[in-house]
C-alpha cells in the first residue's frame, strides 16, 4: 500500500518460519504443510532493497512520493541494531510487557533440546530466547491481585531480603514461550507460607521472571559463549532493585540503556544505512548508564532460589 511492491524481507519471513535457514529462501516443505502458493509469499528482500512511497501514501501523510521506503525488520532485530548489539559475545536483555535475549550469529545456530530459537537477522542471524511473563506480571500483581495497595512505591522500597526461603513463583501467567514452549503452563506461587507477606511475594514474582529468563540463557550461553556485553533495556530499568537483581541471578555485568526506546533508534539506523548516509553495521553512540557488576554473594543465594525454581518447574 506504501509502494505497489510485494515485498517481505528474509527477516521477518525467518521470524515467521517460512524460511530454510541454511539458503534463505522460502522453505518448500513448510509451505507445502500449510497449504499455500508460491504467489502468495511476497518476492524477498533485505534492508538495501527499497522503493519509491507512492501518491496515495504520499498524500495520507502529507509527504512528497519518490522517498525511498525501506523493508520492515522485526521488534528484535531493530532492537539489536539500537543497542549497538551486533558484534561476537554481545547479548541484549529486554524485559518489558514480555521478556527476551539475543546475540548475534554469523551461521544458525539451534541447541539439540529446542530451548531457544534462530531467525534471520538484519545481516547473519539472531539468536535467543523470549518469555511471555514479565512486566505484565508485575502489572497483574498491583492492578489484580493487590488492586493497587500497597503503592508500587511501597513494594521496591528498601533492599532485597537475602536469607531463607522465599515462596517461588512460576510466571507464566500467559503460557509459556521459551525454554519449554508448553501454551498450557500456568503461573502460580508454590511453597507459601503463614509468614509471608506481599512482600514476600513480590519478591518471588521478580525473582521467577529472571529465573525464566536465566532458564533461556543458560543453553544460549552454552551455544554461543558468555557474553562480552550485555546491554538492558524495557521496563525493568524503572526498577533499580529488580535491575540488580538482573545482574546477580544472571551473574553479568548490565549496561542499562537510558533510551528506552532501542528498537525505535535502530529502525531510524537502519533507514540511514539503506539511504547510504551510514556505513553498514556502524556502532550507534549509546546513551548507557553505569555499568552494574554482579555481587557474588548474593549471586550464590539466588542460584539456591533458582534450584527450588527449577524443582517446581520440573513438576508442573
Known sequence: RMTGEFAETVN??????????????????????????????????????????????????????????????????CSQAGSGC??????????????????????????????????????GYLAGAAVAGACNCVDWFRHVLLAGAPSYESLEAGGVPYGG????????????????????????FLDVEGHHTHRDLYLALQMGVLFSLLQCYEPLAKLMGTPAKTVVSGGI??????TRMAADILGLPLL???????????????????????????????????LILPDAGHTAWYREQYARYLRRYAQT
Not at 510466571?171 to 519449554?180: D, I, S, T, V, W
Not at 530499568?237 to 529488580?242: A, E, T
Request: hydrophobic share 40%; with cysteine; glycine share 12%.
Open 12 to 77: 521477518l519471513q525467518s521470524g515467521g518460519g517460512f524460511i530454510c535457514l541454511a539458503d534463505k529462501v522460502y522453505d518448500p516443505l513448510v509451505r507445502e504443510l500449510l497449504g499455500m502458493r508460491e504467489e502468495q509469499f511476497g518476492q524477498l528482500v533485505t534492508l538495501e532493497h527499497t522503493a519509491p512511497l507512492g501518491e496515495e501514501a504520499a498524500n495520507a501523510m502529507g509527504i512528497p512520493p519518490g522517498i525511498p521506503v525501506v523493508p520492515a525488520h522485526s521488534d528484535g532485530a
Open 86 to 123: 551486533g558484534g561476537p559475545r554481545e547479548m541484549t536483555l529486554s524485559v518489558g510487557t514480555s521478556g527476551a535475549i539475543r546475540m548475534v550469529s554469523d551461521v544458525p545456530v539451534l541447541p539439540e533440546n529446542r530451548e531457544t530459537w534462530c531467525y534471520c537477522g538484519v545481516r
Open 165 to 188: 526461603n522465599p515462596p517461588v513463583f512460576l510466571p507464566f501467567l500467559f503460557g509459556e514461550r521459551c525454554p519449554g514452549w508448553r501454551d498450557e503452563r500456568r503461573a502460580g
Open 237 to 242: 530499568l524503572l526498577s533499580p532493585r529488580w
Open 256 to 290: 542499562p540503556m537510558r533510551n528506552k526506546d532501542a528498537s525505535l533508534i535502530g529502525a531510524a539506523l537502519l533507514a540511514l544505512e539503506a539511504a547510504g548516509m551510514r556505513r553498514d553495521g556502524a556502532r550507534p553512540d549509546l546513551d548507557v548508564g553505569a
